[in-house]
């Protein structure tokens, strides 16, 4: 079946550190890929998504790519802030209108930055 | 607009009560969607709604059901409350169900705590 294999946390950096957060999965389809950011507190708020192989999702500073032949979609910042500090969970949508909208999340990787 | 919004934030109940959690999606969004979030287990799939038609269904037992109305708005209905159902019970609407373009967007959640 599908699902995402996230790397295990916690991680702490000091600020403007080079951030670095694996991720792998296993779909029998196309999915498409994302990442999630949760604040304490909140919900889960989309950092980025990428829907087909070789795309590179970014925003805020962070990139993923959609690597097919490794099934990867690792998370990366050049440099974090202090107020990067949060979970990030990577995330599988099989797509496709038969398999309704279900989500398969990574467990999450717990990030504090240190000034 | 107006994001998803969650009612009520906090909960807490007495183990063998029953419990009703609101969702109101995001306007235009028709599929619903609902998690439950723990430290032990991560993210777990409850079910997924789309046009008040229960697309998708998690591996969770029967005390755990929903609904959704013409509006979109869906609630989640927990009998015979077990302290293992004590979680952050997250919802989630996108705009269409099973597209490859349509990220799921998080409400804050409820806390449900049952003593």
């Known amino acids: 079946g599908d699902s995402v294999t996230q790397m295990e946390g916690p991680v702490t950096l000091s600020e403007e550190a080079f951030l670095t957060i694996n991720c792998t999965y296993t779909?029998?389809?196309?999915?498409?890929l994302f990442w999630y950011v949760q604040y304490p507190g909140e919900g889960l708020q989309l950092l980025l998504k990428?829907?087909?192989?070789?795309d590179k999702g970014s925003n805020k500073g962070f990139e993923a790519t959609y690597r097919k032949e490794t099934t990867s979609f690792h998370l990366e910042k050049g440099s974090v802030q202090v107020s990067d500090s949060a979970v990030y969970f990577c995330?599988?949508?099989?797509?496709?209108?038969?398999?309704?909208?279900?989500?398969?999340f990574g467990t999450g990787t717990s990030l504090t930055v240190i000034p | 607009k107006a994001g998803v919004t969650q009612t009520p934030r906090y909960l807490i109940k007495t183990r063998g009560q029953q419990v009703t959690l609101s969702c109101s999606p995001i306007?235009?969004?028709?599929?619903v969607s609902w998690y439950q979030q723990t430290p032990g287990q991560g993210l777990q799939f409850l079910f997924e709604?789309?046009?008040?038609?229960?697309?998708n269904k998690g591996n969770f037992p029967g005390r755990f059901s929903g609904r959704q109305f013409s509006n979109s708005r869906s609630e989640m209905n927990v009998s015979t409350l077990e302290l293992g159902d004590s979680a952050l019970y997250l919802c989630?609407?996108?705009?269409?169900?099973?597209?490859?373009?349509?990220?799921?967007?998080f409400g804050n959640g409820t806390r449900l705590t049952v003593t």
């Open positions: 995330a599988l949508s099989p797509g496709g209108s038969n398999t309704g909208n279900q989500f398969y």
């Open positions: 990428a829907t087909k192989a070789d």
């Open positions: 709604y789309f046009s008040e038609t229960q697309r």
């Open positions: 989630a609407s996108s705009l269409k169900a099973g597209s490859y373009n349509s990220p799921l967007h």
């Open positions: 306007s235009g969004h028709r599929s």
């Open positions: 779909a029998t389809g196309y999915p498409s």
